[in-house]
């Protein structure tokens, strides 16, 4: 997991001269014109001085949220940072708040948005969320007692991880 460096105590942003004319891949740095940059990254574009600044990089989003616990998930689905810690599923409000959604099964959840919900396989059952952020198990006859990754290919969903046959592959079509 990345941490802040120490190496660098303080971090500020470089402005640099206007490159009027962007990226000249082809000819060697030394010998571009003014106004063209060789290779450009990690810059981004600020469109109120109309210069390139350089990006920021990760930094602290919030303040020990859950008073240390630590984050083991974490996706994004409509618009909502949700993530898991302690088998808890949470979301980020807007004020960067924690707000606790629901119990799953271990700590190292798979996420997938899938038509409307966020199905979420954590080696049990697996379950969805509901834009309502209500959190249910995926019933039915034939749903794996438990999943521990999902991945959807072609409108199907494909899960493996079952106790009892962990070594098959699980998908649902259109049909199922």
Known sequence: MPKSSKKHRTQESVTLPQITAGMNTTTAPHLLPEGQAAILENFYYDYSSGALRTRWPFRKYTNNIL???????????????????????????????????????????SFLPFHGYLLIASGTTPQYLTSANALANITGTDVPTTLTQILEVNQSVFGIGNTSLPDVLHKSGVRD
């Not at 974490?74 to 980020?92: A, C, D, E």
């Open 67 to 109: 008073n240390g616990a630590p984050i083991t998930g974490i996706t994004k689905w409509n618009n909502k940072i949700y993530f898991v810690s302690g088998q808890k599923l949470y979301y980020l409000d807007g004020t960067k708040n924690a707000h606790y959604v629901g119990s799953i099964g271990t700590q190292f959840p």
